[in-house]
């Protein structure tokens, strides 16, 4: 199973790709947490990477792509198919994604989109803790952990992105307006799009997604 997963900052992606993974045996690669493993690092790609996390934009096509490249050539857990959380967020790196899955014979079977009006996305965005180690994300209102600021199952400090406040929000919004909603446009050509209603509860969203992508064990 291979599938593209995209909607605006906090319409649920990162919320519902791990389920993905874990009932269809499929990679997640969520290209914004492998840019923050960037900056983390300290590493040259990571310093420049936050610079542009953190005005709203968006992080070149060419690295992103490369990134995308590697993974799905040696990641072992990606031989099963995917789920691409992120990516692509332009044309161009569509278009790249569909060059590379031709090169090896195969294509993308589904491109999701989380349909959310940006209004909703505020208190989404600026509520969310995240534990950085497992990628475990909640809310301090629609998904408080069991101990306030701490992860319900290593009880270390949850934390705040430093992307996660609403003037670096409104930016990433008119960027998705801009550069990703075309990608919608892209794949609807194509066929494989399915829009899901994403202000529904997060269980309601789940079931829409087994739906498209079909409730076998
Ligand atoms: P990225 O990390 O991808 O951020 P994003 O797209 O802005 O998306 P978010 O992670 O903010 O939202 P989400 O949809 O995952 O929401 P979540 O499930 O956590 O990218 C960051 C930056 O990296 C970009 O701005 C860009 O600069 C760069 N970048 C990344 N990829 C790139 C690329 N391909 N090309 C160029 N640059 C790139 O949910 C949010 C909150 O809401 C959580 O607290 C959650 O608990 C809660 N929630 C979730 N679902 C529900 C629900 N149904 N009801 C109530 N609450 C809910
Ligand atoms: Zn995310």
Wanted: hydrophobic share 35%; aromatic share 6%; net charge positive.
């Amino acid at each position: 199973l291979r599938i593209v997963l995209m909607g605006p900052p906090g319409a649920g992606k990162g919320t519902q790709s791990p389920k993905i993974k874990d009932k269809y045996c499929v990679c997640h690669l969520a290209t914004g947490d492998m840019l923050r493993a960037q900056v983390r690092a300290g590493t040259p790609l990571g310093l420049q990477a936050k610079k542009i996390m953190d005005s709203g934009g968006l992080v070149s096509d060419e690295i992103m792509v490369g990134m995308i490249q590697d993974e799905l050539r040696n990641n072992e857990e990606c031989k099963n198919g995917f789920i691409l959380d992120g990516f692509p967020r332009t044309v161009p790196q569509a278009e790249k994604l569909d060059a590379m899955l031709a090169d090896d014979k195969k294509k993308l079977d589904h491109a999701v989109e989380l349909i959310i009006d940006d209004n909703l996305l505020v208190s989404r965005i600026t509520g969310r803790l995240i534990h950085r180690p497992s990628g475990r994300t909640y809310h301090r209102i629609f998904d408080p952990p069991k101990v306030p600021g701490k992860d319900d199952v290593t009880g270390e400090p949850l934390i705040q992105r430093s992307d996660d406040n609403p003037e670096t929000l409104r930016k990433r919004l008119a960027t998705y307006h801009k550069q990703t909603v075309p990608v919608a446009e892209y794949y609807k050509k194509k066929g494989i799009w399915s829009g899901v209603d994403a202000a529904q509860s997060p269980n309601a969203v789940w079931q829409s997604l087994l739906a498209i992508f079909g409730d076998r064990d």
